[in-house]
């Protein structure tokens, strides 16, 4: 089956700082996602992008479908972004069957 | 909008006990369904998912068992609980034609 890595897979920031997380994936996608896990365990969708790029507020994703990896930016980071990020890709006949890569913890300190 | 809730939000289970977790979805028909788990640690393991009424798939073999009894309700079993089966569990939906996922609450299962 498709592999994904994450990386990193920690990072601490203070906050105010830029970051960028990075999501490889080892075949064609037809469905990528990042979602955001908060402390209380809930995971938040943060973008559908099997391509291109999209932003909302301080976050935005790209993905380089070609190149089989795909970005989250984080600007002007918060403590409230704190908790793992997830990249979660489907690839082959199936757009809804995801794989998960292991995520990135974020601890965004004050 | 669609919305998915899913229950109870935490409970404590013997050994040898059964278990039902329930989901449901509002606001949409005919999602594709799914029940995912979340040990120790990071990892999402995906353990069932549903494109229809009475279709199961199980991608893990194991303790658990899934149904759908109607379009938008899908429910998580065991008839006997093991140590192993602690753990995070969520149950997400997607439209069949896009296939974006979203997730419930969660349900946290600790066996004792």
């Known amino acids: 089956g498709i592999q994904v890595e994450q990386s990193p897979p920690d990072l601490i920031l203070q906050e105010g700082a830029n970051s960028t997380l990075r999501c490889n994936f080892s075949?064609?996608?037809?469905?990528l996602q990042w979602f955001h896990q908060n402390p209380w365990g809930q995971l938040i969708n943060l973008f559908y992008?099997?391509?291109g790029t999209k932003q909302n507020g301080r976050l935005s994703a790209t993905t380089v479908a070609t190149e089989r990896y795909s970005l989250l930016y984080i600007s002007s980071s918060q403590t409230t972004d704190s908790g793992v990020y997830f990249c979660?890709?489907?690839?082959?006949?199936?757009?809804?069957?995801?794989?998960f890569g292991k995520g990135t913890l974020l601890t965004v300190n004050p | 909008s669609q919305t998915i809730h899913q229950w109870p939000a935490t409970l404590v289970q013997p050994v040898g006990s059964p278990l039902s977790l329930e989901c449901t979805v509002e606001?949409?028909?005919?999602?594709?369904l799914y029940w995912y788990r979340q040990a120790a640690g990071r990892g999402l393991q995906l353990l069932f998912y549903?494109?229809?009424?009475?279709?199961i798939s199980s991608e893990v073999p194991q303790n658990l068992s899934a149904s759908r009894p109607q379009d938008r309700q899908f429910i998580l079993s065991s008839k006997k609980l093991l140590l192993s089966d602690s753990g995070f569990y969520l149950c997400a939906w997607s439209a069949s034609y896009t296939g974006e996922l979203f997730f419930g609450e969660g349900s946290r299962l600790t066996v004792l």
């Open positions: 549903s494109v229809g009424i009475g279709q």
């Open positions: 992008i099997p391509s």
């Open positions: 075949d064609s996608v037809n469905n």
């Open positions: 606001g949409t028909s005919n999602p594709n």
């Open positions: 979660a890709v489907a690839s082959g006949g199936s757009n809804y069957k995801l794989t």
